[in-house]
């Protein structure tokens, strides 16, 4: 399935009302609530600047998400051939906005290096 189709089922997790309301013409830009394993997720998705972006937190508790739960946002939110990375940066350039919070990118204008798989 692709990127679009993907965000096409999405969008009945969208936020439509209040302070992070989006709709359906904003496409790749919004505030979504998923519920995964009893929790409710505040996914965050964006593309600007040759990037896609999906920031994940958890909307009722002060936990970080699991692998599990950001492979399940992957498989929501990029299409099945997408590479997304969660970054780890230089120390003199880290960021911590929230301290619940992971992100997962995708570059749109160029190839992500990737390594083999069997490595992965």
């Given at each position: 399935?692709?990127?679009?189709?993907?965000?096409?089922?999405?969008?009945?997790?969208?936020?439509?009302?209040?302070?992070?309301?989006?709709?359906?013409?904003?496409?790749?830009?919004?505030?979504?609530?998923?519920?995964?394993?009893?929790?409710?997720?505040?996914?965050?998705?964006?593309?600007?600047?040759?990037?896609?972006?999906?920031?994940?937190?958890?909307?009722?508790?002060?936990?970080?998400?699991?692998?599990?739960?950001?492979?399940?946002?992957?498989?929501?939110?990029f299409g099945d051939e997408s590479w997304a990375v969660e970054y780890h940066p230089a120390?003199?350039?880290?960021v911590n906005d929230c301290p619940w919070c992971l992100h997962l990118w995708e570059s749109?204008?160029?190839?992500?290096?990737?390594?083999?798989?069997?490595?992965?």
């Amino acid at each position: 399935m692709t990127t679009v189709e993907k965000l096409r089922r999405a969008e009945r997790w969208r936020i439509k009302t209040g302070d992070l309301a989006s709709t359906e013409i904003d496409g790749w830009n919004g505030n979504f609530l998923v519920p995964l394993d009893g929790d409710l997720w505040l996914v965050r998705i964006s593309d600007s600047m040759g990037w896609r972006h999906a920031s994940v937190s958890n909307a009722q508790k002060m936990i970080l998400p699991t692998w599990h739960i950001m492979c399940r946002i992957k498989e929501s939110f990029f299409g099945d051939e997408s590479w997304a990375v969660e970054y780890h940066p230089a120390k003199d350039e880290y960021v911590n906005d929230c301290p619940w919070c992971l992100h997962l990118w995708e570059s749109l204008n160029e190839k992500m290096p990737i390594p083999p798989v069997i490595l992965v």
